[in-house]
């Protein structure tokens, strides 16, 4: 039976992350097991009494006392609520959905390439990859519209001492840097081909970076996308997220490229956007 009542959340705390984004410290009352077992990209139903749910991605996962972290932006009526309270306010949780990014077993050079908000999904991936895979080559590319819009600073002043982390602005910054991310791909690829590529941003920007390295000769079943769409329920009931025969919420919203690529040729997909968080700012 699905259990569909959330349960207490406490805001425990917060801090400016980004061009009007927040990062979030949470914790969840009486955290049960399965909330200790959250992979990195899965989602969570935050509610904000009177305003409703809206799903967000975790940052890092629970801890053994229920506390972990969300960045959200704010961009509609429940994140603009949110941004309102103060430490010990009373929220609602429900989670983990969906399914997160893969293990990558057996893999040695990753590439992680992350647009906007869209760094958020990666970042517990990252940390998880930085603390049991000693021998993974990881690289990471990062673009913002401009430096007052790029999040996770904290997390990105860490990365930069122990990995290859390449940013790209599309407003400022060195001009060997400006633009988007798919003008550095050439440049990367000339110093290593990736085996896998996981990547997390606007719809476009992930299609766009995926067909790029395709044609640099990643396979498509090595390239992962975090796809955002209007997850209401988060269990597969409401129909607002569906890709073809997919449901977002349930299957994914991480997709293997090639699989995400049928399911686009198949047809009708669920409304992208909106205030969700779970993909990209």
């Given at each position: 039976?699905?259990e569909?009542?959330?349960?207490?959340?406490?805001?425990?705390?917060?801090y400016?992350?980004?061009?009007?984004?927040?990062?979030f410290?949470?914790?969840?009352?009486?955290?049960?097991?399965?909330?200790?077992?959250?992979?990195?990209?899965?989602?969570?139903?935050?509610?904000?009494?009177?305003?409703?749910?809206?799903?967000?991605?975790?940052?890092?996962?629970?801890?053994?006392?229920?506390e972990?972290?969300?960045?959200?932006?704010?961009?509609?009526?429940?994140?603009?609520?949110?941004?309102?309270?103060?430490?010990?306010?009373?929220?609602?949780?429900?989670?983990?959905?969906?399914?997160?990014?893969p293990?990558?077993?057996?893999?040695?050079?990753?590439?992680?390439?992350?647009?906007?908000?869209?760094?958020?999904?990666?970042?517990?991936?990252?940390?998880?990859?930085l603390?049991?895979?000693?021998?993974?080559?990881?690289?990471?590319?990062?673009?913002?519209?401009?430096?007052?819009?790029?999040v996770?600073g904290?997390?990105?002043?860490?990365?930069?001492?122990?990995?290859?982390?390449?940013?790209?602005?599309?407003?400022?910054?060195?001009?060997?840097?400006?633009?988007?991310?798919?003008?550095?791909?050439?440049?990367?690829?000339?110093?290593e081909?990736?085996?896998?590529?996981?990547?997390?941003g606007?719809?476009?920007?992930?299609?766009?970076?995926?067909?790029?390295?395709?044609?640099?000769?990643?396979?498509?079943?090595?390239?992962?996308?975090?796809?955002e769409?209007?997850?209401?329920?988060?269990?597969?009931?409401?129909?607002?997220?569906?890709?073809?025969?997919?449901?977002?919420?349930?299957?994914?919203?991480?997709?293997?490229?090639?699989?995400?690529?049928?399911?686009?040729?198949?047809?009708?997909?669920?409304?992208?956007?909106?205030?969700l968080?779970?993909?990209?700012?």
């Amino acid at each position: 039976m699905l259990e569909l009542t959330p349960r207490a959340l406490r805001l425990l705390d917060f801090y400016a992350d980004g061009q009007d984004s927040r990062h979030f410290r949470l914790r969840i009352d009486a955290p049960e097991a399965g909330d200790l077992a959250v992979i990195p990209g899965q989602f969570f139903m935050l509610g904000v009494p009177g305003f409703g749910e809206a799903p967000f991605t975790y940052v890092s996962p629970p801890d053994a006392g229920g506390e972990f972290s969300a960045l959200i932006r704010r961009s509609g009526r429940l994140t603009a609520r949110l941004f309102e309270l103060q430490a010990g306010a009373l929220l609602g949780y429900r989670g983990p959905f969906g399914k997160g990014w893969p293990l990558l077993l057996g893999a040695r050079r990753v590439l992680v390439v992350a647009g906007g908000c869209g760094l958020a999904p990666l970042a517990g991936w990252i940390e998880e990859a930085l603390r049991h895979a000693a021998p993974l080559q990881l690289r990471v590319l990062y673009g913002a519209r401009s430096a007052a819009a790029q999040v996770l600073g904290r997390e990105r002043e860490r990365w930069q001492q122990v990995l290859p982390l390449l940013e790209t602005l599309e407003h400022g910054g060195p001009e060997a840097l400006r633009g988007s991310p798919l003008v550095q791909l050439d440049r990367l690829f000339a110093e290593e081909l990736p085996q896998v590529v996981l990547c997390c941003g606007p719809e476009a920007f992930m299609l766009a970076i995926a067909k790029a390295c395709v044609r640099r000769g990643v396979a498509a079943d090595n390239i992962w996308l975090s796809v955002e769409r209007r997850m209401h329920c988060a269990v597969g009931l409401c129909g607002h997220c569906y890709i073809a025969d997919s449901y977002a919420c349930v299957d994914g919203p991480t997709y293997r490229y090639d699989h995400y690529r049928q399911l686009l040729a198949r047809g009708n997909t669920g409304r992208a956007g909106g205030e969700l968080g779970v993909g990209p700012c």
